[in-house]
């Protein structure tokens, strides 16, 4: 079919609006298009038709356009014209400035299903499994670390769309997608904790796991304090009565537990003369 131009439209849209019996299908047989072409044209220039009855075909009838004639306003009179408001104002002065805001960029992929499926994914297998070895000792092997970058992979999205959905706020501060911020921080738990038992099992080797829990979880290394000798002299006989009342205390600790136990295990009083070993 042929392409019009924009006169020809514009020619066929004034025929449509004047003629009231005309339709799309009739227009478009007119103007060499298919009907759809003449109705999606319609709907995106809004065409509109007078308020005016229904005539039948039958019956030609002219149709009476009004014509706004202008009102005569004498020669060398000033006209009193309304002062624009702000709003008409920046409206002449910047046109860009009301024009509707577009979209930027394409719609979110984001599904309300998202935050069980994450919590679902992290929770699917243990830390490590026991596997008996023929000597009678428990091997520990680890299980599949749960990632991030795995749950992004299944969903079809990238783990900087998962960290944005959780980091997103709305005006008042608050996130903005509160299910998933919270599935999000729960599956950071359970991950760490995933690589600590991993650890203490001996399943991980323990520099993975420093690896691990440095690069993800934002562990750092305990600070040591250096003592400063200087800073805090004491004497040689500070020093040893420190020591000595150390030892006391200790002594006494020893002989209170002693007593408990032989009370508690009915096995009489402890030795008279028992003496720690240093």
């Known amino acids: 079919m042929a392409r019009l131009t924009?006169?020809?439209w514009h020619a066929g849209r004034l025929r449509w609006e004047t003629e009231i019996n005309l339709s799309f299908a009739q227009l478009s047989e007119e103007l060499g298009v298919s009907r759809k072409a003449v109705s999606q044209m319609a709907a995106r220039e809004e065409w509109a038709r007078a308020h005016i009855k229904h005539v039948p075909q039958a019956v030609n009838v002219p149709l009476e356009v009004p014509v706004h004639v202008p009102r005569q306003v004498p020669p060398n009179v000033p006209?009193?014209?309304?002062?624009?408001?702000?709003?008409e104002e920046t409206a002449i002065s910047h046109p860009e400035a009301h024009k509707t805001p577009r979209s930027v960029g394409r719609p979110s992929s984001y599904q309300e299903t998202y935050p069980t499926l994450m919590l679902e994914y992290f929770k699917e297998n243990k830390a490590y499994s026991r596997i008996p070895l023929n000597n009678g000792a428990i091997h520990y092997s680890p299980n599949?670390?749960?990632t991030f970058t795995k749950?992004?992979?299944r969903i079809g999205?990238?783990?900087e769309t998962l960290r944005n959905w959780a980091k997103a706020r709305n005006k008042e501060g608050l996130p903005l997608r509160p299910e998933f911020f919270g599935a999000y921080a729960r599956a950071r738990k359970i991950q760490e904790d995933f690589i600590l038992e991993c650890g203490l099992v001996g399943a991980f080797n323990s520099s993975i796991v420093t690896l691990?829990?440095?690069?993800?979880?934002?562990?750092?290394?305990?600070?040591?304090?250096?003592?400063d000798v200087t800073a805090n002299k004491r004497s040689v006989e500070e020093v040893e009565?420190?020591?000595i009342e150390g030892m006391r205390k200790t002594k006494e600790?020893?002989?209170?537990?002693e007593g408990r136990f032989y009370r508690i295990t009915g096995l009489g009083s402890p030795p008279i003369n028992a003496e720690i070993n240093n």
């Open 241 to 243: 009565a420190a020591i």
């Open 253 to 257: 600790l020893q002989k209170t537990v």
């Open 151 to 153: 749950f992004a992979e």
């Open 79 to 87: 006209v009193k014209r309304p002062h624009p408001s702000k709003k």
């Open 6 to 8: 924009k006169n020809e």
């Open 212 to 227: 691990l829990l440095k690069n993800c979880h934002g562990y750092e290394d305990m600070k040591r304090e250096e003592i």
């Open 144 to 146: 599949e670390l749960p």
């Open 157 to 159: 999205v990238s783990e």
